[in-house]
């Protein structure tokens, strides 16, 4: 059942009540917009979502090639989540543009700036991840590309992680650091060989190397087969014999 997110008090403003010059850009306006808009997120054991940067204020929805991405995970168990980050009614609504390249790459460069531990950024970030956690019971893989490294990084450590859970980060074209592997958060790395841009912003070897620069190789096969060889299979998961 859809609802509509706790915002956490105080959120965009400073210790003495004054709100702060951050949240007056566009990224943190672009975020706040969808804080009352109900989240899309339901119950799952396999959840599989693309965590990225967004390209556009006006719509979130995945490109082609990244409900193609996620449908290929689902013949492997995966349950997918067929929108982009924020994961609300407001992020499906419209149809699915695609955004010129410059304008895209600054607003991907702000929110990845934007997206420090502590700030309201990351806050409104977490608000809206921690739901991903509550609702799935097993097995969470978030696809975490370009920018979408900046943005867990930046809340991983204020979420709530359930006890039974398992959370796969996947770097598809890093673009900035990812969490440390630990507890239940294992992180791998893969990136196209022709990825400058990766390569320069998350300087920690990847785990797979596959052919294609930063857009090509982050929905191609190769990426596609280097994801199923770097997260354990759903498969052999010990709660899917009792489903």
């Not at 969490?179 to 920690?204: I, Q």
């Amino acid at each position: 059942q859809a609802r509509a997110l706790a915002r956490p008090s105080g959120l965009g403003r400073d210790r003495s009540g004054t709100r702060t010059g951050n949240d007056r850009c566009a990224v943190m306006r672009w975020l706040e917009a969808h804080a009352a808009s109900p989240t899309l997120v339901t119950p799952a054991r396999h959840r599989a979502v693309w965590l990225t940067g967004q390209s556009s204020w006006d719509q979130q929805r995945l490109s082609p090639a990244q409900e193609r991405f996620l449908l290929s995970l689902a013949d492997h168990g995966w349950e997918p989540l067929l929108v982009g980050f924020p994961w609300t009614h407001r992020a499906a609504a419209g149809s699915y543009r695609r955004a010129a390249l410059l304008p895209a790459s600054v607003r991907n460069t702000a929110q990845g700036l934007a997206a420090r531990p502590g700030t309201a950024f990351a806050a409104e970030v977490t608000r809206h991840l921690q739901p991903l956690l509550d609702a799935t019971s097993s097995r969470l893989l978030l696809l975490c590309a370009s920018a979408g490294a900046r943005l867990v990084t930046s809340a991983h450590r204020a979420l709530q992680v359930p006890p039974s859970l398992r959370i796969d980060v996947v770097g598809i074209g890093a673009v900035g650091a990812l969490p440390p592997s630990h507890g239940p958060w294992h992180v791998k790395r893969a990136r196209g060989r022709s990825d400058v841009f990766s390569a320069l912003g998350d300087p920690a070897p990847a785990d797979r190397i596959v052919p294609g620069g930063h857009l090509a190789a982050a929905t191609s096969p190769a990426m596609l087969r280097a994801v199923l060889d770097l997260v354990p299979s759903v498969r052999s998961d010990p709660s899917t014999a009792h489903s």
